[in-house]
């Protein structure tokens, strides 16, 4: 019996109802936003070199706690007095990609990662019928004759640094004028094509070139300066392989690889935003994985 009565003292001193705090509409919101900022933060560290330093960090985390644990002093001394240098030692170790996450950040829509918008909404379109079957026509045609190609569509972000990096054009699209542009030994060949609308804005455009480690070492420098420029904007870019003529499309820092012209046409229609959309549609998933090729 007394063992019962210690027990029960023991619940109501330690699991009583009348210590569990109120929960609020704020208290809810501010879960929401910490949940929403740790995904985030554990996708970038995934996504990025600093999975591995991470993990490094954690090894020795683990060795502090061990020298606090047995008290060694002269460890616990070297740790306390490197603390702040070794914060801006991180802080110099991440800076590409604690620039590439706040610019991530930035573009991001974070009100659709909560909620699902329904309400139809016009969007203006971007650029017309006649500019998709242009650029399909001319991709594929280069493909088949083995011709190199680099072809930018601006979106939302403007592409302005990198037009200045090359020659002024704003031609209207063509097939005959892009295939002319990266003919061999043509001045124009060399470098990207910048697209803005229904017009070539710009040839001969320079694009960083990514760093990401899971590029096929087959890939050249043309596939990573179309995944380079993906990485920093929201451009879509449509690479032409000089080697195989096949064609691929970069967006969003993934390259999609060996697309059929149907669904190069398709990835297209949708970048237009032509017709009506609804939140549902938005969420789906912009390109589909291409035959033979691999998203990465």
């Known amino acids: 019996m007394a063992d019962q009565t210690n027990l029960m003292e023991f619940i109501q001193k330690y699991i009583s109802f009348d210590s569990i705090p109120m929960m609020v509409s704020t208290d809810f919101i501010e879960i929401l936003i910490i949940t929403f900022l740790i995904y985030e933060l554990m996708v970038w560290i995934k996504n990025t070199k600093a999975w591995s330093l991470l993990r490094g960090m954690v090894i020795i985390a683990v060795f502090i706690t061990l020298a606090y644990l047995f008290q060694m002093n002269t460890i616990i001394w070297i740790v306390r007095n490197l603390l702040n240098v070794a914060i801006m030692a991180l ?7 604690l620039r590439k996450a706040l610019d991530v950040l930035g573009r991001k829509n974070i009100l659709s990662d909560f909620v699902a918008f329904n309400i139809s909404q016009n969007i203006d379109e971007r650029f017309s019928d006649r500019t998709v079957n242009e650029i399909t026509k001319a991709c594929y045609e280069m493909g088949r004759e083995r011709t190199g190609a680099l072809i930018v569509i601006e979106q939302n972000e403007p592409l302005s640094e990198y037009e200045r990096t ?10 005959q004028l892009l295939i002319n542009i990266f003919e061999h030994n043509t001045p124009l060949h060399d470098g990207a094509v910048i697209v803005r609308g ?3 804005t710009s040839a001969t455009c320079y694009l960083p ?5 899971e590029l096929s070492k087959e890939l050249g420098t043309r596939h990573r300066a179309g995944v380079g420029i993906s990485e920093v904007t ?3 870019t449509i690479i032409v392989s000089e080697e195989s003529g096949r064609v691929s ?9 060996n697309l059929e012209a149907s669904e190069l046409k398709e990835h297209l229609i949708r970048l237009q935003n032509k017709t009506k959309k609804t939140g549902d ?14 998203a990465l």
């Open 281 to 294: 549609e938005k969420k789906g998933l912009f390109f589909r994985r291409g035959k033979g090729g691999d």
């Open 198 to 200: 229904n017009r070539v």
């Open 166 to 175: 090359g020659i002024e054009l704003d031609s209207i699209v063509s097939s």
């Open 209 to 213: 070139l990514s760093d990401n480690m």
């Open 91 to 97: 802080v110099v170790i991440f800076q590409p990609e």
């Open 234 to 236: 929201d451009s879509l």
């Open 249 to 257: 499309v970069a967006y969003e820092g993934r390259l999609y690889r």
